[in-house]
């Protein structure tokens, strides 16, 4: 992605759930999503009926959410999205559970909570997203300056 000098780009500071580093669009709800019956596995694709994201995927996006309802096949859902390559490429939530923090390890992929700024407010869909899960960092480039 092109960043021009003008973009706008806000750093949160938070809590690392799972380590590592990476990078992309932001896909981002205010609702929880239902792990057992709300996401296609195979496709990274939310399907619970009159979900806010119904019909759009999580796959190569940085998921930045609520949190987690329903039961625990959430850790089944993102280990199946991870072998079947639609898993995030990181996750942003600010609520923390056992379902999510299981998730994101089972998904592998970097996780950040706590935030010191709400990412629900900060984060938009279409921003591009740096997730530090390690130093528990996120940059957000704003899509409109």
Do not use: C, Y
Not at 3 to 11: E, G, K, Q, S
Not at 64 to 86: D, E, I, M, P, T
């Amino acid at each position: 992605m092109s960043v021009t000098h003008n973009a706008r780009m806000i750093t949160l500071h938070g809590r690392k759930v799972v380590g590592g580093r990476a990078e992309g669009e932001a896909l981002v709800t205010r609702q929880t999503i239902s792990g057992w019956g709300g996401v296609n596995a195979m496709d990274g694709r939310i399907i619970e009926t009159r979900h806010e994201l119904r019909g759009q995927s999580f796959k190569d996006k940085v998921l930045v959410f609520r949190g987690a309802k329903g039961s625990s096949g959430w850790s089944a859902v993102f280990h199946n999205a991870r072998l079947a390559g639609a898993a995030p490429r990181a996750m942003i939530f600010n609520e923390m559970t056992t379902k999510i923090a299981l998730g994101a390890v089972v998904a592998r992929v970097p996780s950040v909570t706590d935030l010191d700024q709400d990412p629900l407010e900060a984060i938009e869909t279409g921003d591009w997203v740096k997730v530090d899960g390690d130093r528990g960092v996120v940059e957000v480039i704003k899509r409109r300056a």
